[in-house]
Nanobody, 125 residues
Framework: QVQLVESGGGLVQAGGSLRLSCTTSGRTFSRYATGWFRQAPGKEREFVGRISWSGGFKSYADSVKGRFTISKDNAKNTVYLQMNSLKPEDTAAYYC??????????????????WGQGTQVTVSS
């Protein structure tokens, strides 16, 4: 079993920054990829970014590329999502997920078997 807990969400003005954290427990941290997804009210869950088990590979959705950065600290069993230049359209619940079967991760939410409870990010204009 893998447990994931997100934190760091909140209310921020457009142009501001937030850093989300995803802390994992229950299995050896370094053996799976981690993805970040978000879901706004009335919309489907969408891919934000992913980081491989080694941390050496990352990819991002076009909508956040250049503004968001994913990193990980294996010693703390934590993956971070640094969000800069936030826009109102970034408002959503943000989720981290673990992809046990694919160490490189995936852009598809259906590939991830373990999910956190989500943290709300609201960007005001």
């Amino acid at each position: 079993q893998v447990q994931l807990v997100e934190s760091g969400g909140g209310l921020v003005q457009a142009g501001g920054s937030l850093r989300l954290s995803c802390t994992t427990s229950g299995r050896t941290f370094s053996r799976y990829a981690t993805g970040w997804f978000r879901q706004a009210p009335g919309k489907e869950r969408e891919f934000v970014g992913r980081i491989s088990w080694s941390g050496g590979f990352k990819s991002y959705a076009d909508s956040v590329k250049g503004r968001f950065t994913i990193s990980k600290d294996n010693a703390k069993n934590t993956v971070y999502l640094q969000m800069n230049s936030l826009k109102p359209e970034d408002t959503a619940a943000y989720y981290c997920a673990a992809d046990i079967g694919n160490l490189w991760g995936s852009t598809s939410a259906s590939e991830y078997g373990y999910w956190g409870q989500g943290t709300q990010v609201t960007v005001s204009s």
